[in-house]
């Protein structure tokens, strides 16, 4: 099918590579000409495992290409939207300015029988308001959330957990139902759960799902407060109640909470939407999950002011990531880098290694000191703390080898993902989350 992908941000550019990969034929557009400069020479914008692989492989096939002249998307059957939902600036409530430009934009384009799949995360009531826009073009809308995890965005993108169609009643619905059940064969072939309701489920979905994690999270990081306050160990803690079929051990891994451009964004958007819709009360929990996850970073910090004494003021401190997860250079709401600024403001010599995301926090934070290898940031630190779990810190890191390099022996580790014993053994004061 002829396919157009309407925004190549991290969503879009991984979508149109990956419906390209399986077959389709793909325009991928976005107003940043530079983005599609680099797109068009199979390089991505942001780091994604798989993903330069799969560009490289549509273009050179042909299947692939990416352009900023919308018209060009004209002869696709399927539009997908995938345009970024930030949070505004004057509040918590999604701004859906990108969203409207992009489907008013698409309008003149459209023909009878197209589809313009959304898959941008948007309050609930979007699309039905999108849709009668889209309506008197003969065409249908349809909503199509992603539920990309950064890092694994080409896998679940080519093999999706599930796929959720939100589409208008009667034989129109069903007609869009089954063109977006053609684009997604391979899946749907191979028995994926295709779930077909209506757009207002379908909007929810995605951000239930969203809100669910960051709960699941942010509960854990609550009993990690109460273990602190008691002496319990909460990664034993997450052990036990996992092994809980109704739990599940997943999304239980107490530290610096969580951030990125989905879980904070969101999760404040669908408690202001809830607000307008006058049921504000359902999800004021939310709030509640919020604050718990920011104050973990509190704690982070106090963590290493506690272990250098009480003062962090002319200390080296190394802060082993950057991204807010491994496996991506995502910087935004990066809980990690955010405690490396609260240190800064200290009064601290703050020293920052990632192995992907060093550009885009240097282009945010300039005052901060960035270096590449890791060995080399680990020299002369009076403290150290581990941010973001990559495997270059969690496993490939020896406490022998950080003891060679550093000055101190402080150790804070922000993911509870190193093993304690053999730190305190080395000789560190080792601090951990929610852990004795």
């Not at 396919?3 to 990956?18: D, E, F, P, Q, R």
């Not at 992009?102 to 999108?130: H, N, Q, R, W």
């Not at 082993?320 to 403001?345: E, Q, T, W, Y």
Request: charged content about 25%; proline content about 5%.
């Amino acid at each position: 099918m002829k396919l157009s992908v309407i925004g190549c941000g991290y969503l879009g550019a991984a979508h149109a590579a990956a419906m390209a990969s399986i077959g389709h034929e793909v325009i991928g557009i976005d107003v940043d000409q530079r983005k599609i400069d680099a797109l068009a020479k199979g390089e991505p914008p942001f780091f994604e495992p798989g993903l330069a692989e799969i560009l490289a492989e549509g273009i050179a096939s042909g299947r692939l290409r990416f352009t900023t002249d919308l018209a060009d998307a004209a002869d696709a059957t399927v539009h997908f939207v995938g345009v970024g939902t930030p949070q505004q600036k004057d509040g918590y409530a999604a701004d859906l300015t990108s969203v409207n430009a992009a489907v008013d934009a698409l309008l003149p384009y459209l023909t009878e029988g197209d589809i313009v799949a959304g898959k941008s995360t948007v309050p609930v009531g979007t699309a039905a308001v999108l849709a009668e826009r889209v309506s008197p073009t003969g065409a249908t809308l349809v909503w199509n959330p992603e539920f990309l995890r950064e890092g694994w965005a080409v896998e679940d993108t080519i093999d999706p957990d599930r796929l959720v169609a939100g589409v208008p009643a009667g034989d129109e619905g069903e007609r869009a139902a089954s063109v977006l059940r053609e684009v997604y064969h391979p899946s749907v072939a191979k028995g994926t759960p295709f779930i077909v309701t209506d757009y207002a489920t379908a909007e929810l979905v995605k951000v239930a799902a969203n809100a669910f994690l960051a709960t699941k999270i942010s509960f854990i990081n609550a009993m990690a407060e109460i273990s602190e306050a008691t002496g319990a160990d909460v990664t034993q803690l997450a052990d036990a109640i996992g092994y809980d079929a109704r739990i599940g051990r997943r999304f239980l891994g107490a530290g610096i909470g969580f951030g990125g451009g989905c879980l904070p964004k969101d999760i404040r958007a669908f408690a202001a939407r809830a607000e307008e819709l006058g049921r504000g009360e359902s999800v004021a929990f939310l709030r509640q999950v919020d604050e718990i996850n920011m104050r973990r970073r509190d704690r982070a910090v106090q963590l290493v002011v506690d272990g250098l004494g009480g003062s962090p003021f002319k200390k080296n401190i190394t802060v082993l990531g950057a991204a807010f997860k491994p496996h991506s250079d995502d910087i935004r709401d990066s809980p990690g880098l955010d405690v490396a600024v609260r240190l800064h403001g200290l009064g601290a010599w703050v020293t920052i290694t990632d192995p992907a995301a060093i550009d885009n926090a240097q282009r945010i934070h300039p005052q901060l000191n960035y270096v590449h290898d890791r060995d080399d940031a680990l020299r002369g630190a009076d403290a150290v703390i581990v941010v973001t779990e990559w495997d270059e810190y969690r496993r490939e890191l020896s406490p022998d080898h950080a003891t060679a390099l550093a000055t101190g022996r402080v150790i804070v580790d922000g993911r509870n993902c190193l093993d304690a014993a053999a730190w305190r053994a080395a000789g560190w004061n080792y601090y951990g989350m929610g852990r004795p």
